[in-house]
């Protein structure tokens, strides 16, 4: 059973990422404020979800929510700054563009950079234990899957409809034949030592 909320005296956001580990596209993040009260029988984890699940729970999130907002970081700026810091600055980006100012933050992980003079708390799984961070979740994923289904028309030999930019053997071995996108992380490694080419 998720929680509510960390703490009761202040306005408190849930925030979460989607896309770190990957090979192509952005990292997404989002940023949730849910009424008090607020509960789900479905919600959870996103990655413990089916994906019809998640988008319809994406619906009811955003209907419900006090206020949300999705933001991401690109492929480019990812290789510039590295993934970690790609992450909290897609967070910072969410945060920002909620029409009602959080006064406490949860972060799902156990490392976050400091989002202006906000207090924060870093819960390692919080998106398996508490709801506006699983509901962040739950859209930072869905729209960075929008995101990868719409560049999967343009470079469909990679995969991504499927992997979503995930490092698949199929998508590793795809980049090693023919080469990078514009969306590849060129920082990230593609090949493995346990994976075989051939």
């Not at 006064?103 to 390692?124: A, E, M, S, T």
Request: with cysteine; aromatic share 10%.
């Amino acid at each position: 059973m998720l929680s509510g909320r960390y703490q009761h005296e202040f306005i408190e956001a849930g925030c979460d990422e989607a896309g770190r580990g990957c090979l192509a596209g952005p990292v997404f993040a989002a940023a949730v404020i849910l009424p008090d009260g607020f509960d789900h029988p479905l919600l959870n984890d996103s990655k413990q979800l089916s994906e019809d699940i998640r988008y319809q729970l994406r619906e009811e999130i955003e209907q419900t929510a006090i206020a949300f907002a999705v933001a991401s970081v690109d492929n480019i700026e990812i290789d510039q700054i590295n993934i970690l810091n790609a992450s909290f600055l897609a967070m910072h980006r969410a945060i920002e563009r909620l029409s009602v100012v959080p006064q406490f933050l949860i972060i799902d992980g156990n490392r976050f950079n400091k989002y202006k003079k906000i207090p924060h708390q870093c819960i390692v799984e919080g998106d398996a234990k508490y709801l506006s961070i699983a509901a962040a979740s739950v859209l930072a994923k869905t729209y960075r899957d929008d995101f990868m289904k719409q560049i999967a028309l343009e470079h469909p030999e990679y995969d991504w409809h499927s992997n979503k930019g995930y490092p698949t053997i199929k998508h590793r071995q795809t980049v090693l034949k023919m080469g990078f996108t514009p969306y590849h992380r060129r920082t990230f490694r593609v090949s493995d030592p346990q994976l075989s080419i051939f």
